[in-house]
């Protein structure tokens, strides 16, 4: 029996990157999966579409629907999730994986990329959660997963790239620190109704195309790289299980519980939490 068998769920940001990657592998579990972005077809130099996503999923045999929403605005996210239930039903599970970047130091950053950053990153997250939440405890089960990052603490000294990329990382990674502080108290609010919330961040860099500004350092240190289908893998274990409240990290979570990595469409076993990273993931 597949892991997410008659299973419906959201992932946001699902029109290239770890969300199309979660989105897809969703699919090969048995999961009707509503994958969302801020457009349907291609927008800038961007490679992947929403409208492709769906399309590759549902060529491969799976149940797959896009819903367009720009989660940096408030009402276009007001309605995310009834919309999203209008294709398959009630969800069963969330994955607020969407989230926008702009790299500035932390004495500088503007009023305006602060405000983007924390709608897209985190009151997007708790919007969706908000509307899904009456439905999952009425139901008493749901599983609500927030994509993560390491940055959201300062690294380690000595750091794996320069000082001034540590620091302009920052304002970024204090949008990642509210979404883990966040979810933490979400999760033990909710856990006594059946419902299981964590965060996931991947461990390393992913070299999914919003992470190519730092393909420089992915290419001196391949250690600092993992492949997609970890996160994939993560986050299957995190929306099938009954984990409450874990700031997770995706190999250690893999380790720690033993996991196969498995390719995206569930079919062959990849390895283990040492399986190491392409420099190409799929798109
Ligand atoms: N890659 C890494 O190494 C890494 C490391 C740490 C954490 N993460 C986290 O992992 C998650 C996915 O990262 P990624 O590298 O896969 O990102 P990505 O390649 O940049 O993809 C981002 C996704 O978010 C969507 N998105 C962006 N702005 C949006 C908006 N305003 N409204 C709705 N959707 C929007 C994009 O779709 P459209 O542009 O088509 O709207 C796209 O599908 C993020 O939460 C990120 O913070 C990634």
Redesign the pocket.
């Known amino acids: 029996m597949s892991a997410l068998a008659g299973k419906i769920a959201l992932v946001?940001?699902?029109?290239?990157?770890?969300?199309?990657a979660i989105a897809t592998r969703f699919a090969a579990e048995g999961a009707a999966v509503v994958l969302?972005?801020?457009?349907l077809g291609s927008?800038g130099d961007?490679p992947g579409?929403?409208e492709k996503s769906v399309a590759e999923i549902s060529t491969a045999g799976g149940r797959a629907a896009a819903e367009v929403?720009?989660?940096?605005e408030i009402e276009a996210r007001a309605d995310l999730v009834s919309r999203a239930e209008a294709h398959f039903g009630p969800l069963d599970i969330i994955v607020n994986?969407?989230?926008?970047?702009k790299m500035q130091l932390p004495s500088q950053v503007s009023a305006s990329d602060r405000s983007w950053m924390f709608d897209?990153?985190v009151n997007a997250p708790v919007d969706l959660a908000q509307q899904a939440l009456p439905g999952m405890r009425e139901r008493g089960r749901g599983w609500i997963l927030n994509?993560?990052?390491?940055?959201s603490q300062q690294p380690l000294v000595p750091y794996p790239d320069s000082h001034m990329a540590a620091n302009i990382i920052c304002p970024y990674g204090a949008t990642?620190a509210a979404l883990d502080r966040y979810t933490e108290g979400l999760a033990h609010e909710v856990a006594g109704d059946g419902i299981y919330v964590n965060t996931l961040?991947?461990e390393a860099?992913?070299?999914?195309?919003?992470?190519a500004y730092v393909r420089d350092i992915a290419e001196r240190r391949p250690d600092l790289v993992e492949p997609i289908e970890m996160m994939a893998e993560a986050a299957l274990a995190l929306c099938s299980g009954q984990h409450v409240g874990l700031v997770s990290y995706s190999r250690q979570l893999v380790h720690s519980l033993g996991l196969s990595v498995h390719s995206l469409d569930g079919r062959e076993i990849l390895g283990d939490a040492f399986l190491p990273a392409r420099l190409d993931p799929p798109a």
């Open positions: 946001t940001g699902a029109s290239r990157g770890i969300g199309k969302s972005a801020s457009r927008h961007q579409t929403l929403a720009n989660l940096s994986n969407a989230a926008v970047s897209v990153n994509i993560s990052s390491s940055t990642k961040a991947p860099i992913v070299l999914t195309p919003g992470a």
